[in-house]
């Protein structure tokens, strides 16, 4: 009898670990779901939807824009690899056509989805509450022609399987370069910058952090605090109902048969000193005074007549 007993509990212990994967660990930062898939899973695309399912998987498992989603145990999990690391993913997160795949899809459907029509997403505004349905309002209607196309899928990773599964940051390393597609769903977006480790919004804000005042870049400093040249030799407009006695002046010069350009390089007589004004105006005067030329074709005629009344006495 007392060999009975050791002998089972010998048994139990071998099996805890089996049981042990099977169950759904949550860990930070991110989460384990029980999921040991040996090999990459075959995928086929949902007809008129840009999703993938899993038909050889006993899970409810998806691939749309780039990611795999998985719903398990009343949650959703999103990861850039086949077999995780998986990230939780709340209701309000779920991108709108993984909400819409129908219920014939899901492998391991909950027990909640029996009675709902199969050709017909779930009722998740009845699952999920009031609230959920007012936040993902009208996330049951949409244009079934206008659907975009498909992501491609990250075949590369059929070469990890097993004990060639790398970790997560390996992970990275290779996505980055074998799989160039970026999600176009910003919802989508958000997930994968999320498990990039740098969402947007925290990546912008860790560089405005590490922007010291006293290590910014010159060169930007001065383009804030220097203005446009443009903007420096661009006169200021001149107030609305009041002429510039530079209008003035181009009249005048125009009446006179000077160009207005030369009058506004002469500048307004006001601005002068006192000195070079007053000089102009004794040069100006003087001028004025000035006796008009002596026309040499009279004095020569006068000369001429005399000489011929010279010539005519002669005779």
């Not at 029980?34 to 993938?52: A, H, K």
Request: hydrophobic share 25%; with cysteine.
């Amino acid at each position: 009898m007392r060999k009975q007993v050791i002998v089972l509990c010998l048994a139990l212990g071998a099996l805890a670990p089996a049981s042990a994967q099977l169950s759904i660990a949550i860990g930070l930062p991110n989460v384990s779901i029980g999921i040991n898939l040996p090999v990459y899973p075959e995928l086929e695309r949902i007809p008129g939807y840009p999703v993938y399912y899993a038909p050889q998987v006993d899970a409810n498992f998806f691939f749309y824009d780039g990611l795999y989603w998985v719903f398990q145990g009343n949650n959703w999990y999103a990861s850039s690899w086949y077999k995780g690391p998986w990230d939780q993913v709340g209701p309000e997160r779920v991108p709108l056509y993984i909400l819409r795949v129908p219920v014939r899809y899901y492998r391991q459907p909950p027990a909640y989805f029996q009675g709902w029509k199969e050709n017909s997403p779930p009722r998740w505004g009845d699952h999920w509450g009031k609230d959920w349905s007012q936040q993902r309002r009208g996330w049951d209607h949409w244009n079934r022609q206008s659907a975009p196309a498909p992501a491609p899928l990250p075949h590369y990773q059929r070469n990890y399987a097993g004990d060639h599964y790398p970790d997560r940051q390996r992970q990275q390393e290779l996505h980055q370069q074998k799989y160039r597609y970026q999600p176009r769903d910003p919802v989508v977006r958000h997930e994968y910058e999320s498990q990039r480790g740098h969402p947007p919004a925290a990546a912008r804000q860790r560089e405005m952090q590490d922007e010291q005042p006293g290590q910014r870049p010159e060169p930007r400093a001065r383009e804030h605090a220097k203005p446009p040249q443009s903007e420096q030799r661009r006169a200021p407009p001149t107030p609305q109902g009041q002429h510039s006695q530079a209008q003035y002046r181009d009249g005048e010069n125009q009446d006179r048969g000077a160009s207005p350009q030369s009058a506004r390089r002469s500048g307004p007589p006001d601005g002068k000193p006192p000195s070079q004004q007053a000089n102009e105006q004794g040069q100006g005067s003087g001028h004025d005074r000035k006796s008009p030329p002596r026309d040499e074709n009279n004095g020569r005629g006068q000369g001429n007549d005399s000489d011929n009344r010279g010539q005519g006495h002669g005779k």
